[in-house]
């Protein structure tokens, strides 16, 4: 069973910066496809951030490009999302997770943390 936790949420003002961890008790992270999406309150889960499990490829929501960069490391099997210039809409649950297709398509992700807590105020 792959279990997945985050941490590094927090509450920021705006154009500060956080760097979320989700770490996972896999063998290898390198073996799936992962991503972050968030929640914010009474909107729908969505994608922010994917990187691909073989080639590192990485793509982002619009709204975050620039701004936001994933990436994992194999050794420390983390996941990272480092997000700058963060504005009030950036806040929300963010959760990591993780599947074996590269996809923003949340019913593919077998895989989910109990999320993380994003505050930006203005």
């Known amino acids: 069973q792959v279990r997945l936790v985050e941490s590094g949420g927090g509450s920021v003002q705006a154009g500060g910066s956080l760097n979320l961890s989700c770490a996972a008790s896999?063998?290898?992270?390198?073996?799936?496809?992962m991503g972050w999406f968030r929640q914010a309150p009474g909107k729908e889960r969505e994608g922010v951030a994917l990187?691909?499990?073989?080639?590192?490829?990485?793509t982002y929501a619009d709204s975050v490009k620039g701004r936001f960069t994933i990436s994992r490391d194999g050794a420390k099997k983390t996941l990272y999302l480092q997000m700058n210039s963060l504005n009030p809409e950036d806040a929300g649950m963010y959760y990591c997770a993780a599947g074996n297709l590269y996809t923003w398509d949340q019913a593919d992700y077998r895989y989910w943390g109990q999320g993380t807590q994003v505050t930006v105020s203005s």
């Open positions: 990187i691909a499990s073989v080639d590192r490829l990485t």
């Open positions: 896999v063998r290898s992270i390198s073996t799936y496809d």
